[in-house]
């Protein structure tokens, strides 16, 4: 299973947002080159990046650091989300050495979209659902929509898209624990993987998420937990890599 560190950019720093808020934010460094670093020194596979800003403007705003990024460190593999609302924006992102990007808002206002970019950009598109009580939330989370998760993921996955990044938005950020069933009815319910988002606080989430993994949850992004210490990045790790 991945562990997926996630840098979250505002205004060129790396912050953590609770609940989305954006005015409820976190500044945990100035430099998201050397957090970068820090998260590659202690074995990440794969980096998770929002640009936050560009997330809320509808259009990238934080792209300079995240192509920066992804120069320094040209083997890793980057996913990224945040105002991507456009097929120019995938292919400057793309240019620029990311593996992957993220629709979220887009996808769920204008399904066709995914249709179209995973034929013109196969292998490179993740759709990220975010949802609450089965339902999902779109523009920053400030508004809760009338579609279900499960079948808009069943939608994405027949348009080919490469994975879904689920996060509980009632969980993220607030620290209390990832929702591990919610995200493996969503996992079983489709054969594309799934990767978990929102609220992993200490070792017990990973290894709850380890016991779902063959219900087809490839990863799990990790925010507040890693900057704040209540997991050690490298030592998840070395138990994901033992099991």
């Known amino acids: 299973m991945l562990l997926i560190p996630a840098i979250d950019l505002k205004q060129g720093k790396c912050v953590r947002l609770r609940q989305g808020r954006m005015e409820d934010d976190t ?33 990238p705003v934080n792209a300079g650091v995240i192509g920066e990024i992804a120069k320094a460190f040209p083997e890793l593999p980057i996913q990224v989300g945040g105002g991507i609302r456009d097929e120019e924006t995938i292919d400057t992102y793309l240019a620029a050495g990311v593996r992957y990007v993220i629709i979220g808002t887009k996808a769920v206002n204008a399904p066709h979209f995914v249709g179209d ?16 009580d089965g339902k999902v939330a779109i523009d920053g989370w400030s508004k809760l929509s009338n579609h279900d998760v499960i079948d808009m993921a069943q939608h994405f996955e027949r348009d080919g898209v490469e994975a879904i990044v689920y996060t509980d938005i009632s969980r993220d950020g607030m620290m209390q624990g990832v929702n591990v069933e919610a995200t493996r009815k969503l996992a079983q319910s489709i054969t594309i993987p799934v990767i978990a988002s929102g609220g992993v606080t200490n070792m017990d989430d990973i290894k709850a998420l380890l016991a779902a993994e063959e219900d087809g949850i490839m990863g799990t992004i990790l925010g507040r937990a890693i900057y704040e210490g209540t997991i050690d990045l490298a ?3 070395k138990l994901v890599d033992a099991g």
């Open 27 to 59: 500044v945990f460094s100035d430099d998201p080159v050397a957090v970068a670093g820090r998260w590659v020194e202690a074995g990440a596979k794969r980096l998770h990046m929002v640009d936050l800003d560009g997330a809320f403007a509808g259009k």
């Open 117 to 132: 970019v995973c034929a013109e950009f196969p292998g490179h598109i993740i759709v990220g659902l975010d949802a609450k």
């Open 235 to 237: 030592e998840a790790n």
